[in-house]
Structure formats: C-alpha cells, structure tokens
C-alpha cells in the first residue's frame, strides 16, 4: 500500500468510528502540532501501558494521570489520542457529558506521523509506532510497527 493509500485508509477508517461519538469536537495533527510548539496543548494517551511503553507523543500523560486531576491541566487545549482515536474519542464524549472539554486527534498517533509529527520513548525519539493490531497496521514505511 502507498503512502497516499494507507493515509486515505486512516482517514476513512476514522469517519467509520467517528459516529459512535460524533458530538466529539475533533482537531486534525496539523492544528495540534500548532498548539505543541505554541506550548498550549496536552495530549491525553488512552492507550494500554504496553502500547504507551513503545511510544507516545511529546510530552504526553496517561489516561488515568489526566483523571487523577484534570483540573490541574485547565490552562492547556486537552488532546485525546490512541492509535486510530476511536478510544479517545469514547473517552472525550465520557467526559464531555462531565463538563470537561477533549479534542480527538483526528486518525491518531497514525494521522500524526503520517503529518510529520514525532514520537517518543523513554530514550527520546523513535521511530517505533503500536499500531494496535494488523489492521492498523499503516504506519508510515519509515516507521516500525508492533502489535
């Protein structure tokens, strides 16, 4: 598959999940790049520890650290994500209705580094993406996928 055909995969697929949660604001990789180097965005990993231990976006937190205290994040644009974005996009609508406002990363930690965007691990960058599963598998070809 090119390049072209495994980004419009990913943005097909996600349309496909978005309308399990479609009052979820999204926000595509370009824009929340933006808000990165602006220093006003967070991104919110709901992924598994094991998926999280490949690779996460800069400066990142888990799941359960955001829930702990959301609060103490109010000054940031909060930005869900997972492999594809449909979990995050379940958590964004869970927490919509609690009064707390998440964008959804538009295709997810794929969309990103098929935008460019960096991951990283605990050694600084990588080229290492958790897709998952096979059917997620759509990485860019410069990029090892696991699952």
């Known amino acids: 598959m090119s390049e072209d055909e495994k980004r419009l995969k990913i943005a097909s697929m996600y349309r496909d ?51 702990k205290h959301p609060e103490r994040y109010r000054d940031k644009v909060i930005i869900g994500y997972c492999t594809i974005s449909y979990r995050s996009g379940v958590l964004a609508e869970k927490l919509k209705a609690r009064g707390i406002a998440m964008f959804n990363l538009e295709g997810g930690l794929l969309a990103w580094v098929h ?33």
């Open 17 to 67: 999940y978005k309308r399990n949660f479609a009052d979820v604001s999204d926000i595509a990789p370009a824009e929340a790049m933006e808000l990165l180097h602006a220093g006003r965005a967070l991104f919110v990993d709901v992924r598994e520890e094991k998926e999280q231990n490949v690779s996460m976006l800069p400066g990142a937190v888990t799941e359960k650290e955001f829930l």
């Open 115 to 147: 935008a460019g965007g960096k991951v990283y691990d605990r050694a600084g960058e990588t080229r290492r993406i958790h897709v998952y599963g096979r059917k997620w598998n759509l990485g860019p070809k410069n990029y090892e996928a696991l699952w």
